[in-house]
């Protein structure tokens, strides 16, 4: 059995790059700063790679997402399994071309001949007053696109688990971090942790909530305050977004009746639709209520604290919504 430590999430991505590149010397690092004499990586998750692994594995790139990205995805085919750095997800649309026309359909486009073993390791989240252009969760974009696996953990053992698992992918995989949760400590057993696969953070019997990334601390929260009052909530910690893990899902909300899902990117056209509707679909007929979402604001995040602390679910925003939905049978969504 493997040791158990406490670590930060940024400490367990640092040893999961460096145990990654111990374990297989294919293994590289790109993009901006990550190198020692950059500082390590801008929130430092990188920091020492450089110098023990050397800068011919862990390269400092240009300021060009696409470069970093282009320059990857070459790697990749031709026999490594780079880890791309792109600093903040909203970054990526400037890598969008190179990430959905090329990445993605690499494998599709040679008739299965042509692996892309590419990570692209981004991060993001409301909570630091960084404005509409820092802070968005796109998951859903590159959940809509074929070949690519998108990941996002919610604690550090998952983010050292769910990396490993993903350097070892031969597809490509979009790694999304919380950027408020990098200090956030949490035991870490170097267990790896199978891409597709959720995980029941918390039983219950009245409700399923499936979240995941920070908004699943929320959900832990949330469930807390209800367990006071009588509502017993089972949360379902997706940890991989695409392919996400119907099995679990259908199975805790045949069981309980009852499904919200919740994340903090904005709900219009969200990743909780599509779970939602295969919910609905599934289970017709066998639940108490229809599935329901609840997602950040349809707005850019704003920049003004007050406003920003309003556009994401927060554990009380979601205990509310699960008292009315459990409380009152004819409630059918946010």
């Not at 469930?223 to 909530?233: D, F, K, N, Y």
């Amino acid at each position: 059995m493997n040791e158990v430590m406490k670590l930060t999430t940024i400490a367990a991505i640092n040893l999961a790059l460096s145990d990654a590149m111990e374990a297989d010397p294919k293994v590289l690092i790109l993009g901006e700063d990550v190198g020692d004499k950059q500082g390590g990586g801008v929130m430092g998750a990188t920091k020492g790679l450089s110098t023990r692994f050397g800068s011919d594995r862990v390269a400092t790139t240009p300021i060009s997402e696409q470069a970093i990205v282009g320059a990857a995805i070459g790697a990749a085919i031709g026999g490594y399994r780079p880890v791309a750095e792109i600093m903040l997800m909203n970054f990526v649309t400037i890598a969008m071309d190179m990430i959905t026309n090329h990445a993605a359909k690499l494998r599709f486009m040679s008739g299965g001949q042509t692996n892309v073993p590419l990570v692209i390791r981004t991060m993001t989240g409301v909570g630091f007053s960084t404005g509409g252009q820092h802070s968005d969760y796109l998951e859903a974009w590159f959940a809509h696109t074929p070949g690519i696996k998108v990941v996002a953990p919610s604690n550090p053992n998952d983010t050292y688990g769910l990396l490993r698992s993903a350097i070892e992918d031969d597809d490509p995989v979009l790694f999304i971090e919380n950027f408020p949760s990098y200090w956030t400590p949490g035991p870490v057993t170097k267990e790896l942790v199978p891409i597709g696969k959720a995980n029941v953070a918390h039983e219950g019997r009245d409700v399923t909530i499936i979240s995941y990334s920070r908004m699943l601390l929320e959900c832990l929260e949330a469930a807390r305050t209800l367990a006071g009052e009588g509502i017993s909530v089972e949360v379902i910690d997706l940890r991989t977004i695409s392919p996400w893990d119907r099995e679990t899902v259908l199975k805790s909300a045949k069981k309980t009746g009852r499904a919200m899902i919740v994340h903090e990117a904005v709900m219009q056209f969200g990743i909780g639709a599509e779970i939602a509707a295969v919910i609905n679909e599934s289970l017709w007929g066998q639940l108490k209520a229809p599935a329901m979402r609840l997602g950040g604001a349809f707005s850019p995040v704003p920049f003004s604290k007050p406003l920003e602390n309003a556009f994401a679910p927060t554990a009380a925003v979601i205990a509310d919504a699960i008292k009315i939905f459990v409380k009152e049978p004819s409630f059918h969504g946010a």
